[in-house]
Structures are given as C-alpha cells and as structure tokens.
C-alpha cells in the first residue's frame, strides 16, 4: 500500500479485510429476502461501516445513525443488487454517498437548530477545525495528529485518503466508490497530501526543534 510521504500515514491494512465473495454471497441472500442472511452482513461488516464513518465524518460526526441508514439503505435496495464486483465497493459506496448526505445536510442546518441548554440559550459548540488536541500535542501522538490533520481537509479529500491509505482501495476502486474519474480520483489524491502536509507540517517542525 502506498504511503504519504513523511510518514503521514501508516501502512496498516484494514482489519476488515473479508474475502471478496463472503460478502456477494451474504448479499444475494438479502436480495431473495433472506432477513438470516441480512441479520448476518450487517454483524459482519457493521464494524467496518463504523470505521469509514468515523474517518469521513470525525469523532463527533452522527455514525451510529448514518451506518443505521447505511444497512436500511442496503435492505430497501436489494431487489436492486448486481453480484458485480466487491460486495466491500457496493458497501463503500453506500456509505460515502450517506455520509456526504449527512454533511450537505449539516451545513444547510439553520441556526435555530442549534442545540440549547436548560435556560434556552443557544450552546456554542467548540470548532473542531480550531486546533489539534493537547493531548496529541503534549504527547507527540502523531497517530492523533494526523487524525486530527484529516478533520481539516475538505470531505471529498479526506475520503479518497481514507480509501487509498486506511482500506487499501486502488485508484478504480475509489472512482467506483466516489463517481469519479480516474483522473480526478487521482488529482484529489495529489492535492490531499499536499493540504495535510501543510497542515501538519508546523507539529513535525516542533518535533526536530
């Protein structure tokens, strides 16, 4: 698996990492209407939902209840279901397109809709794009700083470094996934290594102080 420069991110490979047709067989059950069958994916893989989930949208982003969708979503769909390819990039896909929902959805939200205390005062919520935790920096935790270098790209990049460099997705894989062209996959790729290394590039200077 290819590795960010730098030493940005690790070269860990999934730990979700199932045999292509597992999750084909297990999904055309739920295509007949097999509630067994489906009971069975979603202990199977709800694990790896939950994993992309919280990369995409950050520790604080809704991931129980979008990979509640994610399943729902698969169930509703699968009289629809093609046994073509990875069962893993029917899943990825699924749950990138509902996590981007997700997203869109939070930023449209209006203000009124912010959450409030008992004394019905608005609670300001504390920008997790305003710095890095001062538990990663205090502790050189490289691994939370660049958890934390992720939150700050734009979800588009983030999501294409996920799949190449946490999953192990190639760069077809990640076009099937995003909708993306080959070409764009890979020119995002470009530019996400190049904002996080930015990003990230102060911590590492302190490092060498």
């Not at 994993?51 to 991931?63: D, E, K, V």
């Not at 990825?92 to 409030?116: F, Q």
């Not at 470094?161 to 890979?186: N, P, R, W």
């Amino acid at each position: 698996m290819q590795i960010i420069t730098d030493g940005l991110l690790s070269n860990n490979p999934s730990p979700n990492d199932f045999a292509p047709d597992v999750g084909v067989e297990l999904m055309v059950g739920v295509a007949k209407g097999d509630h067994q069958a489906f009971a069975l994916l979603v202990e199977s893989y709800q694990s790896m939902v939950f994993a992309l989930l919280r990369r995409i949208l950050g520790p604080r982003g809704a991931i129980e209840d979008v990979s509640q969708e994610v399943f729902v979503r698969i169930w509703r769909s699968r009289e629809n279901y093609r046994a073509q390819g990875k069962f893993s990039t029917f899943l990825y896909r699924v749950t990138y397109n509902l996590a981007l929902n997700r997203i869109r959805d939070e930023k449209r939200k209006p203000l009124h809709m912010m959450p409030k205390g008992d004394d019905g005062a608005e609670i300001t919520q504390q920008d997790p794009k305003s710095a890095p935790p001062e538990a990663a920096v205090s502790s050189d935790d490289w691994a939370g700083l660049v958890s934390w270098g992720l939150e700050q790209l734009p979800h588009n990049q983030r999501a294409v470094l996920v799949f190449q460099h946490y999953d192990g997705l190639d760069l077809d894989e990640i076009a099937l996934v995003t909708g993306l062209s080959g070409s764009a996959v890979k020119s995002m790729l470009h530019r996400a290594r190049t904002n996080l290394r930015e990003v990230l590039q102060p911590y590492k200077d302190s490092e060498n102080d």
